[in-house]
């Protein structure tokens, strides 16, 4: 490194701060926690899928608005958004280098299924609660 | 960066996608990927049919009608693919994760298992929903 020909500070010096960002575990547990619980719920989400066997309204709304279905569409809601932003930020991560564009593909990435999250989730309250 | 000395000897590259012979490994790679990506915007869908299901019988009537089109088909065929892949080939990731299947035969033939899979239990859900005569 001749760069550094003149600099007194140690190789390790230079290199604190400048690796990861310390979440790397956090984000790695959270991928596969939220897998096995889409796993859980997409288990039953499919089952119930299977059992419907007409797309009539009140008999589709009836379906969801069914407590255990609710409970388990909410948490499959909030675990799959949750399991795409991270899936997506690791896209945009290994494909998006420039920095403005990188921040600003992160933040839509953020934003988008944060609102994909509550969308769902509150369209699926409104029917429970029959708001 | 400075520009590059024309003295200096050319180094050489690390070697890219083009360079390597195919195997199935790099399929059910590039295909979670892929799946992981179009399972977003199938999610998309997911949460447009609920929100048309608590807006009100007309709404929904409209999603209805766009689900059971014949595209609406085509997009819930492909939808059902990529979860049916995505499924199996993310339970074979987490299989890995906990340490299992390295060795290199166990990992091709995993391979194929997720790709095959994928199909098989495509072919069972949906025979199981045109048994059914239901229109979703």
Redo the contacts between chains.
């Keep these: 490194m001749s760069t550094h020909g003149k600099d007194l500070r140690t190789p390790l010096k230079r290199a604190i701060g400048l690796g990861s960002a310390k979440d790397g575990t956090g984000h790695f547990m959270l991928q ?1 926690i939220t ?2 619980a ?2 859980l719920a ?1 288990a039953w989400l ?1 089952g119930l ?2 059992s ?4 009539d ?1 009140v008999f ?2 009836a379906t ?1 608005a069914d407590p255990l279905n609710a409970t388990v ?1 909410v948490a499959f ?1 909030i675990a ?2 949750w399991h ?1 932003k991270l ?2 930020q690791v ?1 945009i991560e290994d494909y998006v280098h420039a920095p403005l564009l990188a921040g600003t593909a992160h933040l839509a990435n953020i934003f988008a299924c944060a609102l ?1 999250a509550i ?2 989730v ?3 309250l ?2 429970a609660l029959g708001a | 960066m400075a520009a590059p000395d024309p003295n200096v000897r050319t180094r050489p590259l690390s070697p890219h996608l083009d360079v390597y012979k195919w195997q199935v490994q790099m399929l059910t790679s590039i295909l979670h ?1 892929a799946t ?2 179009a ?2 915007a199938g ?2 869908g ?2 447009w049919g ?2 048309a ?2 807006g009100g ?1 007309k709404s ?2 409209t999603f ?1 009608t766009c ?2 089109s014949l595209l609406g088909k085509l997009v819930l065929l492909g939808f059902s693919w990529a ?1 049916a892949y995505h ?1 199996i080939n ?2 074979r ?2 299989v890995q ?1 906990a340490g299992h299947g390295y060795a290199i035969p166990d990992f091709v033939r995993s391979s194929w298992i997720s790709i095959i899979g994928s199909v098989v239990l495509l072919v069972v ?1 949906w025979a ?2 045109l048994l ?5």
């Design positions: 596969r897998a096995i889409l796993l997409g499919i899928l299977l419907l066997n007409s797309t309204y589709v709304r969801v569409l809601l799959a958004c795409a899936g997506l896209v994909l969308a769902g509150f369209a699926v409104r029917i | 990927r992981g990506i399972l977003v999610m998309l997911l949460v609920l929100v299901l608590a019988e929904w009537a209805a689900a059971t979860l499924l993310g339970v990731h987490l994760d859900v199981i929903v059914r005569g239901g229109a979703a």
